[in-house]
């Protein structure tokens, strides 16, 4: 029901905007985040925003992701700029209906996935 796109190669201080559009399911009456998972790693929380389109992000991420949601076409995107060797991951949008605040940054907490997207970044 979600599915992400926008990855690929870029350079060290490049930028990147990934997508993440929604079918049979709205954006607006949810919690949407985005997790990156590196090989080897567990999957991490990169940002979220919620109702009243409150964000959240990773402490690494801060200054440099910004999170947004449009809900005239069901998506939620991830600019990213500045990126870093180690921001190379394999990204997934999720979304939930019913997470509260403090479950945010926990992957177990979301119900709706798409499919990851490959962002490498050269140094």
């Known amino acids: 029901q979600l599915q992400a796109s926008g990855g690929g190669l870029v350079q060290a201080g490049g930028s990147l905007r990934l997508s993440c559009v929604a079918s049979?399911?709205?954006?607006?009456?949810?919690?949407a985040a985005w997790f990156r998972q590196a090989p080897g790693k567990e999957r991490e929380f990169v940002a979220a925003?919620?109702?009243?389109?409150?964000?959240t992000y990773e402490d690494s991420v801060k200054g440099r992701f910004t999170i947004s949601r449009d809900n005239a076409k069901n998506a939620v995107f991830l600019q990213m700029n500045s990126l870093k060797s180690e921001d190379t991951a394999v990204y997934y949008c999720a979304a939930s209906k019913t997470i509260i605040t403090s479950n945010l940054r926990q992957p177990s907490a979301y119900n709706y996935w798409g499919q990851g997207t490959q962002v490498t970044v050269s140094s």
């Open positions: 925003v919620r109702w009243a389109d409150t964000t």
């Open positions: 049979e399911f709205t954006f607006s009456r949810a919690v």
